[in-house]
């Protein structure tokens, strides 16, 4: 196993990391595909649960919102697509050790694997730096997202049960029409129906970021 580079190593100090044991980093920067002893799956378990402590401890003190409100906006914020959105800001992707097979089918880029990495590096400063440096680094990672409208409006499977209930129809329902690609890249697809309405089908990286796609898009189309 080789070492960070030092171009990781610069990376992570810009973006407010501190490097202490350096086979933590490196693990937190390894797909399992690469066939290494240890990847980013254990620090990406820790990592999630101190990214939604810390991000439930600033909306609880930023807002006096009900609990549903909070839960809404804290959902979007820790969700796969936020996660691999703020990786992609900070420029993450060329730093993720990921075998050459699964780079060429698009790893780099998947929501999935750049969501578990920024979530295995938070893992890492955690255990690495503690609590208070974990934190600090999130709230800058999401500053932007904490002040921004994530998780404002209404999820889109929530409307849409709102709006079937709302015209005295079926509960929509969803189903999985595909799932492509492999394990790595996955492709789902989902299709939704309202009974006596119509169906619309949506394609996600995660089975439920399809879900949340079709919903919208049913209720572009018939709400």
Known sequence: MTGLT???????????????????????????????????????????????????????????????????????????????????????????????????????????????????????QFLDNGFDAARDVILKLWQSALEGNAGQSKHPKSALQEWAAGNQRRPPEYSLVDRSGPDHAAQFTVKVEVYKVGSVEATASSKQEAEKQAAKVFMEKFG
């Not at 992570?12 to 350096?22: D, P």
């Not at 992707?93 to 929501?111: T, V, Y």
């Not at 694997?113 to 920024?118: A, F, K, P, R």
Request: aromatic content about 6%.
């Open 6 to 124: 030092q171009e990781t190593r610069e990376w992570l100090e810009v973006n407010g990391f501190a490097i202490r044991e350096e086979a933590l980093w490196l693990a937190a920067f390894t797909h399992g595909s690469t066939g290494e002893k240890r990847d980013y799956q254990r620090l990406e378990f820790l990592g999630d649960r101190v990214l939604g402590l810390v991000i439930a401890d600033s909306l609880y003190a930023r807002s006096d919102a009900p609990e549903g409100r909070l839960s809404q906006r804290l959902n979007a914020l820790v969700s796969r697509e936020m996660c691999a959105n703020v990786a992609r800001q900070i420029g993450l992707p060329p730093h993720i050790r990921i075998s050459k097979q699964a780079h060429e089918d698009g790893g780099r880029d998947s929501d999935n694997i750049l969501g578990d990495v920024i979530e295995a590096l938070l893992g890492a």
